[in-house]
């Protein structure tokens, strides 16, 4: 069974992560179930030229934040994990509290309670001793922590480039096929074409 894939997008900067995660979806069979934040809306006009309409076309179903009695909400709506990208302290803070107040914490919430996959790039810098405990809370309930940390031996030119790197990781952690990065000891040749990273495309 080809199971959904549930991501949230929230306020924290590079929103991006987030587009490109589910533009890279798109070429697979995957089903993708989408949470916007409403501050993601927000970001997706500062930081980007997308609008929300169009982020929302790239998914397959759409969730309103607020509607916490949406199907990924409940554990019996079987999916293959959740990917929260990006994620900011707060969701990070409700999460590892269980305080599930929205569609994102909350699904989030049942995705570790159902021992399922939930990746989590959370993205502030520095980090006070708060928000590494709240990290290792997470990591104890059984999720996966991933900031967006770029490596560079894969040759990067371009921002998008850095992009496609770490969400290949977060690809790597669902086992879901790409080449969106080039992996240590492979040619460059493997490693997929880059598109605007800024504008819809």
Known sequence: MNLPLVVGITG???VIYGVELLKALRGTDIETHLIL??????NLAIE???SVKQVHSLADVVYRNKDVGAAVASGSFLTRGMVVVPCTIKSLSGIAY?????????????????????VMMVRETPLHKGHLEMMVRCADLGATILPPMPSFYHGPQ????????SIGKVLDQLAIEHNLYRRWGSKPEEAGNVNSVFGAS
């Open 98 to 118: 269980s305080y599930a107040d929205n569609l994102i914490t909350r699904a989030a919430d049942v995705t570790l309670k159902e021992k399922r996959t939930l």
């Open 158 to 165: 371009l921002i998008q480039d850095i992009i496609n790197q």
């Open 12 to 14: 924290a900067s590079g």
């Open 37 to 42: 934040s409403e501050s993601a809306g927000r």
């Open 48 to 50: 980007t030229n997308y």
